[in-house]
C-alpha cells in the first residue's frame, strides 16, 4: 500500500497544472499517476491555440470572450465558471510565459494572437501549430523543476471512497503487473477525454478511453451532459487525425466538389469560423446532399484549401498540419487542397464537477476532459479546451492542497485490492468466444451511427441497444497475454470494458435530451428548447447498476439565452 | 487498391522469461497507405495479443512509437509500410526496440535512463528577474528574431530516436545525450532565463565534447530537430563562458589556427596542440605508422592559393553568428 496526501491521476496539463500548484506547498506528499510518461498524454496533440483576451491583436475583455464562449455553448454552460475561466485567462497565459513557454510573437515581442472559430477578435494564443505539445513540455520541465514525483505507466483502476470521503484508488503498476492500494487524502482525476470511443474516426489518442468517467460511474460518482461530442470539422480523409482550427484561422477554405465556399449557405457572416459544431453539420451536410467527394477506398470528403495562404505563411504558422498532410495524405497543401471529414474529437462532458473541480466525494476532484465544470455546455469553442484544463487544474490543485491541510486518511479496506485482483483474473480466465477488436468496431459503429453528428430517437435507441448488447458481450472477453510485465492485451482490454460504460452515458444521454442544442442535433427535434432543456443532465449508477438520469439547473449571470447566428 | 503481402520479423524479449531475445514471424496483408503502427496494431489485434509495443497519439506527437525499422529509429506512426519496403527493395521489415536502452518488453524499453539524465541537467527555465515580469499584469518581450534562436529546439517530442543511435552514448555512460544537450542549448539562449550562458557549463559537465559529430541524432530526429546543431552551438557557448583550457575547446582552437594559417587541417600538429605532449603520445603509434606509409605531411604547411579570401570569408562568418 502507498501512501501520498494527493494523488494526481493523468499527466497531461490539467494534471500537471494541478501538480506544479500543490509543488508550491511544501510539506506535501504528491504523486502524479499516469498510464503513459508525462509529455506523451493527448494536451500535446492540441495544435491550434489557447484563447486569452490579451487584446495584444485587437482589443478585447474577458467579458467578450466569455460572452462568445456563452453562445458558443449554446447556452448551456455555467456562466459564474465561464467568467472566472475567461477572467483567469490572461493571467495564467502570462504565468505560463513566465515559465519559457515559446509562444510566437507579434513583431513587438507581444504574445501574438489568431483567430479562431466562433471567437469575435483574434484571441487565441498559440505557439505555430504546436501549442499543446510546447505547452505539455514546458508544464513538464517545471514539474521536475519542482520535484514533482511520477508514477509512470501505472493504470488506475478503481477510486476508494467511504461514501463521504475519498480514501484513493487502485491501480496496476504495469510494469510489473502489481496491483497496488495507494491511499490519498485527495485524488485529482485528470484523465482527459473519451471519444475513442468512436474508435474508426476519431482525433483522439488510442488511450483516450474514458478511464475517469468509468471509474467515477463504477464508483457511484454522476456524470454530466454526456450527450455532448464534438466532431471537429477538419479531420483528415483516412485516419481522422486532426487539422487544426487554425488552418482556417489564418484564412483556409471549406471546398465542395462543385469548387463552392459552401459555408455561405450555413454561417454567411463568419463562414469556415463559425464555430465547430456548425461546420461540421455543414460537412456532413454537403457530403449526404451529393456535393462531396468520393475516393477509391469510398472515403466521403470535402476540401481543406490552404494554398493561396502562400508557402511563406504555411510553413511558418502551420509547418506540423503541413507534414501530417504529407506523411498520412500524401498531400502537400502548399501544392494540393487537403482532404478532410469531420471526426470525433472532444467529450464536452464528463465527471460532475463544481467550479472548484470538485464532485460529491469530498476530496475527489475532476478537470479537463474528464470532467464537466461546465464551460463549454452544448459545444467547446476552439481554443478553449487548453485554457479549461490549465485553468481548472490549477484551481483544484490550490483547492486540494488546502484541504488536505490536517486531514486523516480515511479508511482503506484492503478487500478494495483484492476485489481487482479478482477482476483482472477473471480476464486472464474469460471464455474468450467475443473478441476485443470485433466489439471495439461494432462499438464504434453503433455510436457513429446512432450518436454521431446528426441523431434522432430512433437511431439512438439502437445505439443504446447495441451497446448495452456490447457490454453483456464484453463479458465473453479474454485476456490471451497472461504475463505480468507490461501487458499491453490487459491494458487494452481494461480501457476496453471504460469505454463500454461511458458510451452507454453518451446514448441515454442523447436519448432523453428531445432538443437540438450545440453538438447534439436531433433531426426529430431541431429546434433548442429553452423551456424544457436548458439544464444539465446528470447520470448516476446506482445500487442495482442501473444508470439513472437526472437535471440540473444552468448557472445564468449576465448573458440571456437568444438565438445563436453567425 | 494496391495491396502486398508483408512479412514482419519482430524481436521479441522478456527478460522475466526469455533467456535470450529472439525473431518471430508475422505475415500480412498490408494496403497502401498503411503505417507501421497500423501493421503493428493489425497483428496484435488478428494474430498476436501479446506482442508488446508503446502507441498513443498515432500522429507523430506523442513519442511514444519510436522503434527500428530495419536498423534505423522511425516513429512507427508516422512511417508508411510501402515506402519502407520500397526503400529496402524487400518484402520483409525488421523492427526492433531501441539501442542503448534496456528493453523491458519486446519493442517496449525503459526510458528512465536517458529521462533521468536529462533532469539532472536543469531542463527548465529559470526565470530571470530581471527579464520575466514580476507581476502577472504583463508578458516578457520576446521578439520573433529572439525565438528563432530556440523555437526549432522546442520541437522535440522526447522519443528517444536520437539517443538511440547515438555514437557518444554508446560509449560514455556520462554523455548527456542528445536531446538532452539541445535542451540545455534551449534553454542557453533564451533570454528570459537566469542562467542562460552559463548552461554551457552543465553541457561541458556532461561530456558534450564527447559527441563525434556523425550527426546520426539529426538524421533519425522524426521533429528535424537536429540535436547536434544544439551541441555545436553550445560547445560555442562554453568557450564563451570560458571553458577554454580543456581538450575539446583546444581542439577547435587547433583546427582554428590551423586553417587561420594556411587554410588546410595540420594533423600533425593537432594532437600537440589540442593535448599537449599526452596528446602527441597517445597518437605517436599511429603517428609512426603513418610516417612509415608515406601518409604523413610535413607540420610546416604552405597556404592554399586564395588564402586571404578563406580569411575573409571566415570573419565575415564569425560576425554573422
Known amino acids: ?566 | 487498391m494496391e495491396k502486398k503481402e508483408v512479412v514482419f520479423r519482430i524481436k521479441r524479449f522478456n527478460p522475466k522469461r526469455d533467456s535470450e531475445p529472439y525473431y518471430q514471424e508475422y505475415r500480412i496483408t498490408v494496403p497502401k497507405g498503411m503505417t507501421i503502427l497500423e501493421a503493428l496494431h493489425v497483428i496484435k489485434d488478428e494474430i498476436d495479443p501479446t506482442l508488446a509495443f508503446r502507441s498513443f497519439c498515432r500522429s507523430a506527437i506523442c513519442g511514444s512509437c519510436a522503434v527500428k525499422v530495419n536498423g534505423f529509429p522511425k516513429l512507427a506512426c508516422k512511417t508508411q509500410v510501402f515506402s519502407e519496403l520500397d526503400k529496402f527493395g524487400t518484402d520483409t521489415l525488421t523492427l526492433e526496440p531501441l539501442d542503448n536502452m534496456e528493453v523491458i518488453r519486446d519493442l517496449i524499453v525503459d526510458w528512465d535512463k536517458p529521462l533521468k539524465k536529462m533532469e539532472e541537467m536543469k531542463p527548465y527555465l529559470i526565470p530571470d528577474p530581471s527579464v520575466v515580469p514580476s507581476t502577472l499584469d504583463e508578458e516578457t518581450r520576446v521578439y520573433p528574431e529572439e525565438l528563432k534562436k530556440y523555437d526549432r529546439f522546442t520541437d522535440c517530442i522526447l522519443c528517444t530516436s536520437c539517443f538511440s543511435a547515438c555514437t557518444a552514448a554508446q560509449m560514455d555512460e556520462g554523455y548527456g545525450g542528445p536531446f538532452q544537450l539541445a535542451r540545455v542549448y534551449r534553454f542557453a539562449v533564451d533570454k528570459r532565463d537566469a542562467l542562460k550562458e552559463e548552461r554551457a557549463k552543465i553541457g561541458y559537465a556532461y561530456d558534450m565534447w564527447n559527441c563525434v559529430r556523425c550527426e546520426k541524432c539529426a538524421d533519425v530526429c522524426p521533429k528535424h530537430v537536429g540535436p547536434v546543431d544544439g551541441i555545436m552551438r553550445l560547445r560555442g557557448l562554453s568557450i564563451k563562458v570560458g571553458l577554454k583550457d580543456n581538450p575539446g575547446a583546444r581542439h577547435v582552437f587547433a583546427f582554428y589556427k590551423s586553417i587561420l594559417e594556411s587554410g588546410l587541417l595540420n594533423e600533425v600538429l593537432l594532437p600537440l596542440r589540442a593535448k599537449g605532449i599526452k596528446g602527441v603520445l597517445e597518437n605517436l603509434p599511429v603517428g609512426i605508422k603513418m610516417i612509415l606509409k608515406g601518409k604523413a605531411h610535413s607540420p610546416i604547411m604552405r597556404p592554399i592559393a586564395e588564402h586571404e579570401n578563406l580569411v575573409k570569408v571566415m570573419k565575415a562568418a564569425m560576425e554573422v553568428e
Not at chain 1, 326 to 342: A, C, L, S, T
Not at chain 1, 365 to 391: F, K, P, Q
Request: aromatic share 8%.
Open chain 1, 1 to 566: 500500500m502507498l501512501t501520498y496526501d494527493i494523488v494526481i491521476v493523468g499527466a497531461g496539463g490539467g494534471g500537471l497544472y494541478a501538480a506544479l500548484e500543490t509543488s508550491r506547498r511544501k510539506g506535501l506528499k504528491v504523486a502524479v499517476l499516469s498510464k503513459v510518461y508525462p509529455t506523451r498524454s493527448h494536451t500535446g496533440a492540441a495544435q491550434g491555440g489557447i484563447n486569452a483576451a490579451l487584446g495584444n491583436v485587437a482589443p478585447d475583455s474577458p467579458e467578450k470572450h466569455a460572452y462568445d464562449t456563452v453562445k458558443g455553448s449554446d447556452f448551456l454552460a455555467d456562466q459564474d465558471a465561464v467568467e472566472l475561466m475567461c477572467e483567469m485567462a490572461p493571467k495564467i497565459i502570462r504565468e505560463m510565459e513566465h515559465m519559457g513557454l515559446p509562444f510566437s510573437r507579434l513583431p513587438d515581442g507581444r504574445i501574438a494572437q489568431r483567430p479562431f472559430g466562433g471567437a469575435s477578435f483574434p484571441r487565441t494564443c498559440y505557439a505555430a501549430d504546436k501549442t499543446g505539445h510546447v505547452m505539455l513540455q514546458t508544464l513538464y520541465e517545471q514539474c521536475i523543476r519542482f520535484g514533482v514525483e511520477f508514477l509512470n505507466e501505472w493504470f488506475a483502476l478503481s477510486l476508494v471512497h467511504n461514501g463521504e470521503r475519498i480514501a484513493g484508488l487502485t491501480a496496476v503498476n504495469l510494469r510489473t503487473g502489481e496491483i497496488v492500494g495507494i491511499r490519498a487524502k485527495a485524488v485529482i482525476l485528470a484523465t482527459g477525454g473519451h471519444t475513442r470511443i468512436y474508435w474508426k474516426r476519431t482525433s483522439n489518442a488510442l488511450g483516450n478511453t474514458g478511464d475517469g468517467p468509468a471509474m467515477a460511474l463504477r464508483a457511484g460518482v454522476p456524470l454530466k451532459d454526456m450527450e455532448f461530442v464534438q466532431f471537429h470539422p477538419t479531420g483528415l480523409r483516412r485516419t481522422g487525425i486532426l487539422v487544426t482550427e487554425g488552418a482556417r484561422g489564418e484564412g483556409g477554405y471549406l471546398i465542395n466538389a462543385e469548387g463552392e465556399r459552401f459555408m455561405k449557405r450555413y454561417a454567411p457572416e463568419k463562414m469556415e469560423l463559425a464555430p465547430r459544431d456548425l461546420v461540421s453539420r455543414a460537412i456532413e451536410t454537403e457530403i449526404m446532399e451529393g456535393r462531396g467527394f468520393e475516393d477509391e477506398e469510398g472515403n466521403k470528403f470535402v476540401y481543406l484549401d490552404l494554398r493561396h495562404l502562400g508557402r511563406k505563411k504555411i510553413l511558418e504558422r502551420l509547418p506540423q498540419i503541413r507534414e501530417l498532410a504529407i506523411d498520412f495524405e500524401g498531400v502537400d497543401p502548399i501544392e494540393e487542397p487537403i482532404p478532410i471529414r469531420p471526426t470525433a474529437h472532444y467529450s464536452m462532458g464528463g465527471i460532475d464537477t463544481d467550479k472548484y473541480g470538485r464532485t460529491v466525494i469530498k476530496g475527489l476532484y475532476a478537470v479537463g476532459e474528464c470532467g464537466c465544470v461546465s464551460v463549454h455546455g452544448a459545444n467547446r469553442l476552439g481554443g478553449n479546451s487548453l485554457l479549461d484544463i490549465v485553468v481548472f487544474g490549477k484551481i483544484a490543485g490550490e483547492d486540494a492542497a488546502e484541504s488536505v491541510v490536517g486531514l486523516e486518511l480515511v479508511d482503506f479496506p484492503e478487500v478494495e485490492v483484492k476485489e481487482q485482483e479478482e477482476r483482472i483474473k477473471s480476464l486472464f480466465d474469460g471464455e474468450g468466444s467475443e473478441k476485443l477488436s470485433q466489439l471495439r468496431r461494432e462499438l464504434s459503429d453503433a455510436m457513429s451511427e446512432g450518436v454521431g453528428i446528426f441523431r434522432d430517437e430512433e437511431r439512438i435507441k439502437r445505439a443504446l441497444e447495441k451497446v448495452r448488447e456490447i457490454k453483456e458481450r464484453a463479458k465473453k472477453l479474454k485476456v490471451y497475454d497472461r504475463e505480468l510485465t507490461f501487458n499491453t492485451n490487459l491494458q487494452q482490454t481494461l480501457e476496453f470494458l471504460n469505454m463500454v460504460e461511458v458510451a452507454e452515458t453518451i446514448a441515454l444521454g442523447a436519448l432523453e435530451r428531445k432538443e437540438s442544442r450545440g453538438a447534439h442535433a436531433r433531426t426529430d427535434y431541431p429546434k433548442r428548447d429553452d423551456e424544457n432543456f436548458l439544464k444539465h443532465s446528470v447520470i448516476r449508477r446506482g445500487e442495482d447498476g442501473e444508470l439513472r438520469l437526472t437535471w440540473k439547473p444552468v448557472v445564468i449571470t449576465k448573458f440571456q439565452p437568444e438565438e445563436r447566428k453567425y
